[in-house]
């Protein structure tokens, strides 16, 4: 009984993860190139084979290592790369939403002026 609920709850993380690297996948491919460059990242091919890689293996072997291993390239490329493709690209916190680098949590800040 306690075997069979690891078990759904393992598949759950993994169907979660499979899906997180899928998001990142396309995210990737809808990037401009020079946009990579910009950014100071790998390339959009390193990182489109990477991703597809995750994917892949996420679909046709899910071991728990590469699963893990996939998971890992997925969270830096969330956590590293999208945020600097944004940026460079005008689509982030940083670029024409309203958003200055003075902005603090509560408006912008004004050095006590």
């Known amino acids: 009984m306690l075997l069979s609920g690891f078990s759904s709850l393992l598949s759950f993380i993994f169907l979660g993860l499979l ?5 990142a996948l396309v995210h990737a491919a809808l990037q401009r190139e020079d946009a990579y460059r910009a950014a100071d990242k790998q390339t959009k091919p390193f990182w489109l084979i ?3 890689i995750t994917v892949a293996v996420q679909l046709v072997l899910p071991m728990m290592l590469l699963v893990l291993a996939g ?4 969270i830096v490329y969330l956590v590293d790369v999208r945020p600097a493709l944004q940026a460079v690209t005008g689509r982030g916190r940083g670029g024409g939403g309203g958003w200055s680098s003075s902005d603090g ?3 912008p800040y004004n050095g006590n002026r």
């Open 105 to 107: 949590p509560y408006g």
């Open 19 to 23: 899906l997180l690297s899928i998001f």
């Open 71 to 74: 998971a890992v390239a997925t």
């Open 50 to 52: 990477i991703l597809g």
